[in-house]
């Protein structure tokens, strides 16, 4: 059974940091894309990064850059996202996803696996 299983949400101040985990399990993600969502209230779930295992390509949404980084460990079992210098509109919950086709870029649609989510709330 194929799980992603996401974990380090919380609450945080303004300008404060978090390091979001995801962890895979099921099958062999090697050949996979994994990538970190997010989804505000009454908004539609964005993508904020992802990273291709057996390359290391990574790619950010314009509004993370210079303030997240993914990365992942050695045995491609989890994923991480460091998330620094938060905002108010930060605010989400943050959601894990796994592609198998790297090319079909950051559309929700095209992504085949997905975690239940980890709420991040960022105070002001």
């Known amino acids: 059974q194929v799980q992603l299983v996401e974990s380090g949400g919380g609450l945080v101040q303004a300008g404060g940091s978090l390091r979001l985990s995801c962890a895979a399990s099921?099958?062999?993600?090697?050949?996979?894309?994994m990538g970190w969502f997010r989804q505000a209230p009454g908004k539609e779930r964005e993508f904020v990064a992802r990273?291709?295992?057996?390359?290391?390509?990574?790619n950010y949404a314009d509004s993370v850059k210079g303030r997240f980084t993914i990365s992942s460990d050695n045995a491609k079992t989890t994923v991480y996202l460091q998330m620094n210098s938060l905002k108010a509109e930060d605010t989400a919950v943050y959601y894990c996803?796994?592609?198998?086709?790297?090319?079909?870029?950051?559309?929700?649609?095209?992504?085949?696996?997905w975690g239940q989510g980890t709420q991040v709330t960022v105070s002001s």
């Open positions: 996803a796994a592609q198998r086709d790297y090319r079909l870029g950051y559309e929700v649609r095209n992504y085949d696996y």
């Open positions: 990273i291709k295992w057996s390359t290391s390509s990574i």
């Open positions: 099921g099958r062999s993600f090697s050949t996979y894309t």
